[in-house]
Nanobody
Framework: QVQLAESGGGLVQPGGSLRLSCAASGNFFSLSAMGWYRQAPGKQRELVALIGSSGTTNYADSVKGRFTISRDNAKKTVYLQMNSLKPEDTAVYYC???????WGQGTQVTVSS
């Protein structure tokens, strides 16, 4: 059974940093591209960053230069390092297995002074 579990969200001041983790169960992880998405109140869910099975990455323009996606296949975990956070980064952040279509339950990130 495929399960994805995000962690690492919280409240942070503008300019601060957080690192999100998404731990996977199941045997799909090393073969799957993984994505981080976010959904702010009243807005559609949007793609933040993608990492392919070989490690290639893509980012939304709004987070380029501030966020870094990475993966550890041995730990079946994908990470999102978020630096220079802005209030507009406030959202629920979700990870997704692009191969299986499964989503995690989400973790709240709030950027506020």
């Amino acid at each position: 059974q495929v399960q994805l579990a995000e962690s690492g969200g919280g409240l942070v001041q503008p300019g601060g940093s957080l690192r999100l983790s998404c731990a996977a169960s199941g045997n799909f992880f090393s073969l799957s591209a993984m994505g981080w998405y976010r959904q702010a109140p009243g807005k559609q869910r949007e793609l933040v960053a993608l990492i392919g099975s070989s490690g290639t990455t893509n980012y939304a323009d709004s987070v380029k230069g501030r966020f870094t996606i990475s993966r550890d296949n041995a730990k079946k975990t994908v990470y999102l390092q978020m630096n220079s956070l802005k209030p507009e980064d406030t959202a629920v952040y979700y990870c997704k297995s692009q191969r299986t279509g499964y989503w995690g339950q989400g973790t709240q990130v709030t950027v506020s002074s």
